[in-house]
């Protein structure tokens, strides 16, 4: 059976760019795949303290948790669902290959460099990242790890490292398919980016400051569609999509088509020609308001102890296939 992996870092609420770029396309992945594949969805929370952590992150973990169930993600025997920190597999795969990974190749990636910027010192988890992103992955021989395409390049680290281990020590770990073939798997041309409001150029990241920069999932569906009608947008009074030249419009287009299920290139026909920007954010603004009012709904239905009784069987599940493919590492070391 192939394995599904996908986690989002619960350092805050979300944004509706993690909603749309990650949560939603990894929820209809499972659902479409459960049958015949093992599914494993985990809250990286040794990730979330690279940096600081917005809010108590014990409730943000639970939180983000039942984002999944919210967005529609239903659970049989082959979906898993456990917390990073509780499977020590994970901590001590890293520092393994950390000794396979070089400096130069870890120094090339782009988060690294766009997180480091700017900062005087940065902590090493923010450079180690990617590294324990590879042991998150390679524990559980995951082929398919539905991803934002931020997240790319960290894919290709990972089949680096699993190929030179492998070359070295035997066929132990599964090389991930390539970011191309990972695309395929999603059923996208391209990775996702949904933009940053304010500045189109960027993506809309939780990190960033500007309030009206980003959509955050507990906004309220009024103060949601008022960031719509303040995005930034261009002076060309034309609608077209062009990620180049009209980002702000595109970007509107796009989070359209995603709210509403629909096919991006209908949407983009729909409004071709346009003039009216206005128009646009007003349809774009009522249909995030309606998305969002519906997942609040379903979230609000979520107890907290469905999501403990899930983690429960889910970090079982997690602790015997990680030790096993890490004692198989270990052995390769000679540590065992
Ligand atoms: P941070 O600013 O803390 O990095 P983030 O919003 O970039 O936050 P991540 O935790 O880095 O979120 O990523 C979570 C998931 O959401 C990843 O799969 C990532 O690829 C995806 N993602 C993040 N931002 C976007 C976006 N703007 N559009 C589409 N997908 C996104
Ligand atoms: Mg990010």
Not at 66 to 79: P, R, W
Not at 95 to 117: D, P
Not at 301 to 328: C, H, P, Q, T
Request: charged residues 25%; proline residues 3%; glycine residues 4%.
């Amino acid at each position: 059976m192939k394995t599904i992996l996908t986690g989002i870092r619960a350092n805050s609420v979300l944004t509706l760019g993690n909603y749309l770029g990650a949560l939603l396309p990894m929820v209809r992945l499972a659902n479409e795949h459960s049958k015949d594949s093992q599914v494993n969805i985990f809250v990286p929370d040794l990730h979330s303290i690279i940096s600081d952590v917005d809010g108590d992150l014990q409730e943000n973990i639970i939180r983000s948790l039942k984002y999944y169930l919210a967005a529609g993600l239903e659970i049989n025997e082959n979906v898993h669902i456990y917390r990073q920190s509780h499977v020590p597999a994970h901590s001590e795969l890293c520092w393994i290959l950390n000794c396979v990974a070089t400096m130069g190749e870890t120094s090339r990636m782009i988060q690294y460099k766009e997180k480091s910027k700017g900062q005087e010192s940065c902590n090493v988890g923010i450079f180690d990242y990617p590294i324990l992103m590879a042991a998150d992955i390679l524990l559980y021989s995951a082929e398919f790890i539905p991803l934002g395409e931020d997240q790319f390049q960290h894919i290709e680290l990972t089949r680096n490292l699993a190929m030179r281990f492998n070359n070295k020590y035997g066929e132990i770990f599964t090389v991930p398919a390539s970011t191309a073939e990972q695309v395929k798997f999603m059923g996208m041309e391209n990775g996702l980016r949904i933009r940053d409001l304010l500045n189109p150029e960027k993506k809309m990241s939780k990190s960033t400051a500007a309030e009206n920069s980003k959509i955050m999932l507990d906004d309220t569906p009024e103060k949601a569609a008022k960031k719509i009608m303040s995005a930034t947008t261009d002076s060309f009074d034309k609608i077209k999509f062009d990620m180049w030249t009209q980002p702000g419009i595109s970007n509107l287009l796009q989070i359209e088509a995603l709210v509403t299920d629909a096919p991006l290139q209908d949407v983009i026909s729909t409004w071709a020609g346009e003039t009216h920007y206005g128009d646009l954010k007003k349809k774009v603004a009522e249909d995030v308001s309606v998305m969002l009012e519906e997942f609040q709904n379903n979230l609000s239905k979520i107890s907290d102890e469905e999501v403990y009784k899930l983690l429960e069987s889910g970090e079982k599940y997690a602790n015997e296939v990680a030790n096993a493919k890490l004692f198989e590492v270990q052995k390769a070391f000679n540590l065992r």
